[in-house]
């Protein structure tokens, strides 16, 4: 619209109202629109995802014993030392026995003639030559003689020391001249295979915990290696003091490399879901306590609180809950977004700052 001249009050205020250029100007408000942040992504992973009770604990012999001569006398052989590979009922060490051996010789040519008495009177009784109590006189005197055979066998045989089950020597107590006594300890026996592993479990962690669970240890002796067990045993009263639950695992060792007394690091493995969520661990910050994730659906990000679950190695991250499956989620950039902000997903995007 052009301006005119004139007087009117009419014609001074179109005048006003007139720009520089002749026309009419017209006052409109716009608000720029906001500039896109610049992130990576990556999908949501579905993974094999593990729910596992991280412990420590002991390595322990299955069974050990303390091996003490039974019976008094010298040492007259050793034939074991500290390590070596034992068998239930090998003898490891003998003591001297030869007097008893020649008590045993007499008494068992004792209880023959004895046996032999007894065979010819029973005869005799029958057909009532001898009486019945001479018959019964020589019943008794094979009983005793048999008694006193026994008893003497039995004190020969406890002269040899005797591994009482299969394992390792742990210690060597004594030496050949050596004179005991019963009682005197000459050898310790461990049983190695499979160990006991030791430890506690947090009282918050005892109704998952079960018989059977697949137990992995670990030792500093051999970095790197996870050896097998399961949870065998469970202890009936919770520690008042530490708040915590006693349990064994077996922990197979056929190639004997583990030692009684090594410090184990335990995993129980307590679930598994073969269809888990996981995220880059780079995706997941947390603020206030809270741990969130960023959701990247049509150039804007969506801010999402997240339950995590364990570490799976790799730089990812279990979420237990919170994410949905088949969703992007912003990998960097994560200190400048905000629920709602525009983004520019791009693969060289800076990081995060």
């Excluded at 005197?141 to 299969?166: G, M």
């Excluded at 399961?230 to 490399?257: I, K, M, W, Y």
């Amino acid at each position: 619209m052009t301006c005119g001249r004139g007087s009117s009050l009419a014609m001074l205020l179109l005048a006003a109202a007139c720009g520089r250029d002749g026309r009419v100007s017209t006052a409109t408000t716009t608000t720029a629109p906001a500039e896109a942040i610049a992130i990576t992504a990556a999908p949501v992973a579905v993974r094999p995802v593990e729910r596992v009770v991280s412990v420590v604990g002991t390595l322990a012999a299955a069974e050990e014993s303390e091996l003490a001569s039974e019976t008094e006398g010298q040492v007259m052989a050793v034939d074991a030392d500290l390590g070596d590979r034992v068998v239930a009922g090998q003898v490891l060490a003998r003591v001297r026995s030869d007097v008893l051996e020649a008590q045993l010789r007499e008494a068992e040519a004792a209880f023959d003639k004895a046996s032999a008495d007894q065979t010819r009177a029973k005869p005799l009784r029958d057909s009532g030559v001898i009486a019945v109590q001479e018959y019964e006189r020589v019943r008794t005197e094979q009983e005793v003689t048999k008694a006193r055979r026994d008893r003497l066998r039995i004190e020969v045989e406890r002269a040899a020391i005797r591994a009482p089950f299969a394992g390792s020597v742990s210690a060597r107590l004594a030496s050949v001249g050596d004179y005991v006594r019963p009682g005197v300890v000459v050898f310790r026996v461990v049983q190695d295979d499979p160990l006991k592993f030791r430890a506690d479990v947090p009282e918050r962690d005892i109704p998952e915990l079960q018989i059977g669970q697949t137990l992995r240890v670990t030792v500093d002796a051999y970095p790197g290696e996870t050896f097998l067990g399961r949870v065998a045993r469970v202890g009936a009263a919770s520690d008042p003091t530490a708040r915590s639950l006693a349990f064994e695992g077996d922990v197979p060792n056929t190639d004997h490399r583990l030692r009684p007394g090594f410090f184990g690091r335990g995993e129980i493995l307590i679930r598994r879901d073969e269809r888990g969520l996981a995220v880059p661990r780079s995706a997941v910050s947390t603020f206030a306590g809270v741990t969130k994730v960023f959701v990247v659906e049509q150039g804007v990000a969506h801010e999402r609180p997240v339950t995590l679950g364990g570490d799976l190695g790799d730089g990812w991250v279990e979420v237990a809950s919170g994410l949905p499956r088949g969703v992007d989620v912003a990998t960097s950039g994560l200190s400048r977004l905000s629920d709602g902000a525009p983004v520019l997903v791009k693969t060289d995007a800076p990081p995060d700052v």
